[in-house]
């Protein structure tokens, strides 16, 4: 009998954030969406917690729970990447209202909640964008760090270094201190760094794919690349846009598409320069002990078979 991973999404859409949920939603007998959690990064927090709700309804997915959380970073200004997703942060397909409802209850009262409610050790949180919402649950409730099985998150780099600075990777950028407080935690985090995402690239025949599924979501995914790619596709000359966030979810589905070291990763709160960097000990030239595992590479013709498989059950 299958036994689902029981998992919190918190996420700020974003079309490759939309990929992952969509993942997510496809894949019941790997994963069970306790809810989704929102919280201001691409775009504002109201766009984001429309967003997700637009994703699910295309997924079929009406009854989800969708909690807005934090609508700006612990101690910062916003930073948002509209230049790369649009203004609506799904830009590409045609946006409907969605109709299902926002849970009146707060993402982060959400997340601190569920975690006492459920036995130790039993429920993932995959975070897809800054990490407010967890850095303030673990600030707020430190007893509940304990009950966490594992965090698995993109954000950061190493060998690619930065994408909205030339040091750092935006989701980590936005909430340094957010991160520095999950990065201490204590529990095992799983991160898919650029240098990982940086190969999941949405070529021609991969979006063919997804939009020969013909179905509401496959259409929605593959025009979201369509606008989502061009950004990537003129910065970095590659071949097509990185799917940054569904890593994360397929990593919980076949952990053996990824490859990556434990080692120690601090995040830099303080420097100007290179404030938001992942300082992640890849060759391991300190005694810091490992607190991650940080992932270096991906099979991205099996990842895109079974983004392409799951997004087409929807
Ligand atoms: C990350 O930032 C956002 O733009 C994407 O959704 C992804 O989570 C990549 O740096
Ligand atoms: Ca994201």
Not at 22 to 45: K, R
Not at 136 to 147: E, G
Not at 149 to 159: E, P, R, S
């Amino acid at each position: 009998m299958s036994n689902p991973r029981k998992i919190i999404i918190d996420t700020d859409p974003g079309q490759d954030d939309a990929a992952a949920i969509m993942l997510a939603l496809g894949s019941p007998e790997d994963i069970e969406v306790l809810g989704i959690t929102t919280v201001a990064g691409n775009v504002p927090l109201p766009l984001t917690s429309r967003n997700a709700r637009i994703v699910c309804e295309w997924s079929g997915r009406p009854d989800v729970k969708v909690f807005a959380g934090c609508d700006r970073p612990l101690t910062r200004p916003l930073v948002t990447a509209e230049h790369v997703h649009g203004n609506t942060g799904l830009d590409g397909p045609e946006l409907h209202e969605p109709t299902m409802p926002l849970q009146p209850e707060n993402a982060v009262d959400f997340i601190i909640e569920t975690l006492r409610n459920a036995p130790p050790n039993t429920i993932t949180l995959c975070t897809l964008g800054p990490l407010t919402n967890i850095g303030k649950a673990f600030r707020d409730a430190p007893d509940v760090i304990d009950r966490v099985q594992k965090i698995v998150l993109m954000g950061g780099a190493y060998f690619e270094v930065g994408n909205i600075t030339p040091a750092a990777e935006f989701n980590i950028y936005v909430d340094p201190e957010a991160a520095d407080i999950v990065f201490k935690s204590g529990r095992k985090i799983t991160v898919m760094p650029l240098d990982v995402t940086h190969k999941a690239l949405t070529t021609a025949p991969r979006i063919q794919a997804l939009r020969d599924l013909g179905t509401t979501a496959g259409t929605a995914m593959a025009e979201m690349v369509d606008f989502f790619e061009r950004f990537d596709v003129e910065k970095y000359g590659s071949a097509g846009a990185p799917l940054h966030d569904p890593c994360v979810i397929a990593y919980l589905i076949k952990p053996e598409l990824f490859s990556g070291r434990d080692i120690n990763v601090m995040i830099e709160t303080t420097s100007e320069l290179t404030l938001g960097m992942t300082v992640a000990d890849w060759w391991g030239v300190t005694d810091r002990p490992a607190n991650a595992t940080f992932m270096g590479d991906v099979d991205a013709d099996g990842f895109f078979q079974l983004l392409t498989e799951r997004i087409g059950r929807l």
